[in-house]
T-cell receptor, first 109, second 114 residues
Framework: KNEVEQSPQNLTAQEGEFITINCSYS?????LHWLQQHPGGGIVSLFMLSSGKKKHGRLIATINIQEKHSSLHITASHPRDSAVYICAAFNFGNEKLTFGTGTRLTIIP | DAGVIQSPRHEVTEMGQEVTLRCKPISGHNSLFWYRQTMMRGLELLIY????????DSGMPEDRFSAKMPNASFSTLKIQPSEPRDSAVYFC????????????FGDGTRLSIL
């Protein structure tokens, strides 16, 4: 069993739909990262959160420390949101990121 | 802010050849990470440096891999001799440790060993 698991692995939706990607982790963490990787390959850090909720534009990330679960939401999805979204558990003690396997999101116009 | 700069972007070489990947972290960052991404295994940490010192190299697959950070603005990842199973995208990332700070990733080097 992976220490960081994401679901779904693949998600296809129509433009405008509300998107939710889930991440569960079994390791102790200091923070949870959400990363975005576009076709092209570059990786961008979207959020880093250790409690509660963060919002940036149409993106919202939440975390429940007790349940060891985080979600990434996209409102009013757009084809340019098509990418692989990766959650990663960060341990401040050893500076390590443990990555989930990613969710491939495709938004159809 | 120039971001993390990796070179080359693409490398195609024959097995047995030496491969050197380069990374320039963001100025002022004191931690640098090398990752490998494959379809089968996703993103994996190979090694990370703090203040130019290797802290954890447990992810380095075998002795064919070596990494150096001679100064705060430059790091290399070397594979010698290279093998087809080393084909992957290699990412470098940097951050400032001392608080919870996100890592900033380079654009990666796509390595193909024939």
């Amino acid at each position: 069993k992976n220490e960081v698991e994401q679901s779904p692995q693949n998600l296809t939706a129509q433009e405008g739909e509300f998107i939710t990607i889930n991440c569960s982790y079994s390791v102790g963490i200091s923070a949870l990262h959400w990363l975005q990787q576009h076709p092209g390959g570059g990786i961008v850090s979207l959020f880093m959160l250790s409690s509660g909720k963060k919002k940036h534009g149409r993106l919202i990330a939440t975390i429940n420390i007790q349940e060891k679960h985080s979600s990434l939401h996209i409102t009013a999805s757009h084809p340019r949101d098509s990418a692989v979204y990766i959650c990663a558990a960060f341990n401040f003690g050893n500076e390590k990121l443990t990555f989930g396997t990613g969710t491939r999101l495709t938004i159809i116009p | 802010d120039a971001g993390v700069i990796q070179s080359p972007r693409h490398e195609v070489t024959e097995m047995g050849q030496e491969v050197t990947l380069r990374c320039k972290p963001i100025s002022g960052h004191n931690s640098l990470f090398w990752y490998r991404q494959t379809m089968m295994r996703g993103l994996e940490l190979l090694i990370y440096f703090n203040n130019n010192v290797p802290i954890d190299d447990s992810g380095m697959p075998e002795d064919r891999f070596s990494a150096k950070m001679p100064n705060a603005s430059f790091s290399t990842l070397k594979i010698q001799p290279s093998e087809p199973r080393d084909s992957a995208v290699y990412f470098c990332a940097s951050t400032w440790t001392g608080g919870n700070q996100p890592q900033h990733f380079g654009d990666g080097t796509r390595l193909s060993i024939l």
